[in-house]
């Protein structure tokens, strides 16, 4: 069976040649090749991975915007920090825990009885950038103006660490100053 149909190809094959030029028998000659600047569906469209489309225009290979391509990774993303703090950025970061005091007074005058402990989590960019704050362990709950107070004071910017950002694990306890029991006494009392 194979064979009727190689025979049936020859076939095909010889009339196609005998038919060439008005029945007249010839060879057959290849067309030459076009040139495939002239046939704009030749054209070949050159892409990069880094650019795969600029707003139609193909012409200006490797001069796209960039800013459209690229996504900047954060410091505050990432999932870990691998950075040292200097001396200097822990005694800023220690000021700002104490200027964080002034927080808490000012929530005692609307709860005088508001004691507790809170841990704030700082994570400081290789720019020196105050992510946002993480604060758990918050036992002052009851007051709603000592956590926007305290991101206020912590969420500046402070020295760059060296080696990439770095996470600061800040507790803080905040209790009333008591004045003594046996307030009033010769000891308090303006001597005569």
């Known amino acids: 069976m194979s064979s009727q149909v190689l025979l049936i190809v020859l076939a095909a094959a010889t009339a196609a040649f005998t038919l060439d030029c008005g029945g007249r028998r010839s060879p057959s000659r290849a067309t030459p090749a076009s040139d495939p600047s002239a ?13 795969p489309s600029r707003n139609g225009s193909d012409n200006d290979l490797g001069h ?16 870990l920090c691998a950075g040292d703090p200097s001396p200097k950025l822990i005694g800023i970061v220690r000021s700002r825990a104490t200027q964080a005091r002034a927080c808490y007074e000012e929530a005692l005058k609307s709860a005088p009885t508001l004691a507790g402990r809170l841990l704030l989590r700082i994570r400081v960019t290789h720019d020196g950038h105050a992510c946002q704050l993480q604060i758990s362990n918050n036992e002052l709950t009851t007051s709603k103006t000592i956590v926007p107070c ?18 600061l694990n800040l507790p803080l306890k905040f209790v009333p100053e008591y004045f003594e029991a046996d307030a009033g006494t010769a000891s308090d009392v303006p001597h005569q």
């Open 150 to 167: 305290l991101r206020q004071v912590m969420e500046q910017n402070y020295p760059s660490p060296k080696g990439g950002c770095v996470d």
């Open 39 to 51: 046939d704009p569906s030749a054209q070949i469209t050159l892409r990069s991975a880094a650019q």
């Open 64 to 79: 796209a915007v960039t800013e459209k391509l690229l996504t900047p990774v954060s410091d505050c993303d990432l999932a």
